[in-house]
């Protein structure tokens, strides 16, 4: 196993931990180290740097946390786990190849990213949300991407993997899960709850065991994930019978693609903290010596309306005729204007021409303690 490829596995592996575990990410990822024996994550990225790599067994324990969240034994349920320890211990990246346009297609967390030169086609692991395909404008004229038929053929393949998912997930669930009883009582994947009649706690709707089941305990109106369906509506006010039923002709399959196209260049937006950063940035070059840095990042860079610029610096950290070349020369190629003025302000240390003997900063300090210890010896208290 290549080193970087077992880090990814560990980030993986935590994503899954917290979304199984509804916890912020950061607290999967110190869990996760923890069991590893780091007091944090930052501390697995470390040592990661400095060449440690999990072992096998380790990346198998973190991996049985996740099982363990699954629901206990069962008759007639497949071997323990099995889809999870495939799909994370596998590399799950595959090539292909449409009309000759290359195509990459992967899975991460249920969802299926399919991405070729421009485009990325996102289907969701929830069986009823949307395909979304994101085309760059640039490649308008050149990517058969544009093309129906491309599209479809990308879809048919997404779709696919989607579908592979799906039963892969459902293979690590009981068999109860998946498949109503004469009753039609099933069973939560995750809370182990059975019940004929389920509830989404994020639109209200009630559902039959069949409908939840089939769609893989997904709500077939909203979308919410199986951690939103319980088998009573325990936060509403009249309780269960406030839920609204949901028919079968409500529930729609997988809706149409999606397309969506943006440019997707980055644009330069400039700001005046943008100009400022820059501006002052040349400013410091400029400076000669530690005083004129002071200055530099001292001064007082407004910004005008019409972007034109205006530096304000402090007399005694800036010498009156001294040109900021570079400063000046940035500001040309931004085509705005510089206008510059002096003033005498309040310094943030005294002695402000202790800094022109040298361009260390550690060096000033020195000095500049110095210079304040030793006024306390001579001269007397005012
Ligand atoms: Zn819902």
Redesign the pocket.
Known sequence: MKPTYSLKKLKELSKRYARAQQVPLHEARDFVAGKLGFPHWNDVTKAHRTGWNPTQTQLSSIESLLIGLLPGNETGRPKQGSYIANSIFEEDLQHGKIKGHEYQISVSLGDVHMCGTGWHLHVPEAPNKAPRLEIAKQIEHEAPVYETQFQHHALRIALKRAEQVRAGIASDWPRRSTKPDKEGVVRHPISGAESKKWY??????SMTGKQIAKSLWH??????SPL??HENAWWLEDGDSGAKPLEDIDIQGRPDLVVDVADTRLKLELDPERITLLIRSALVEDASNASERLGALFADINIHEDNDVWITFDEDLWPEHKEPVSALAVAALLGIRVEQELCLRELPFAWPGLGEHTSSTVEYTEMMLKAYASQRADKSIE
């Open positions: 989404c706690l994020h639109c209200d709707s709500c077939p109106s909203c979308d919410a939103d369906i």
